[in-house]
Nanobody, 122 residues
Framework: QVQLVESGGGLVQAGGSLRLSCAASGSSFRVRRMGWYRQAPGKQRELVAAITSNGLTNYADSVKGRFTISRDNAKNTVYLQMNSLKPEDTAVYFC????????????????WGQGTQVTVSS
C-alpha cells in the first residue's frame, strides 16, 4: 500500500515563507500527477497547485506568483514553496497523488496524505 507523508507545516508571520514536502512510500507503484490541496475551517477543500509527472503545473489564482510546486521523481516527492504568506493561507494542507500500481495487474488509484497545518499570523 502506498502512503503519502507530509512535512513542513507550522506557524509563520504574514509575509513569511514555508516549504511543504510530501513523500510517497511503498512498493510496486509509480506516481503520476501530484497536488496540494488545502482546507480552512468551515470551507471546502480546494486545489492549491498540481504537477504532472513531466513537470506541467497549474495553480489556484489566489496563490499564483507566491507559491511554487515542484517534484523529485527519483524520490517520489513533491514540494510546495510558499512565499509572501497571508493570513488567508491558513489551512490544513493535504498532499494528493494519482498512482499506477503494478501488482498482478496494473491498476490506478488516488491517495491522500494526513495533512499538515499551516498557520499565518497577521
Amino acid at each position: 500500500q502506498v502512503q503519502l507523508v507530509e512535512s513542513g507545516g507550522g506557524l509563520v508571520q504574514a509575509g513569511g515563507s514555508l516549504r511543504l514536502s510530501c513523500a510517497a512510500s511503498g512498493s510496486s507503484f509509480r506516481v503520476r500527477r501530484m497536488g496540494w490541496y488545502r482546507q480552512a475551517p468551515g470551507k471546502q477543500r480546494e486545489l492549491v497547485a498540481a504537477i504532472t509527472s513531466n513537470g506541467l503545473t497549474n495553480y489556484a489564482d489566489s496563490v499564483k506568483g507566491r507559491f511554487t510546486i515542484s517534484r523529485d521523481n527519483a524520490k517520489n516527492t513533491v514540494y510546495l514553496q510558499m512565499n509572501s504568506l497571508k493570513p488567508e493561507d491558513t489551512a490544513v494542507y493535504f498532499c494528493n497523488a494519482d498512482l499506477t500500481i503494478f501488482l498482478k495487474d496494473i491498476s490506478y488509484s488516488n491517495t491522500w496524505g494526513q495533512g499538515t497545518q499551516v498557520t499565518v499570523s497577521s
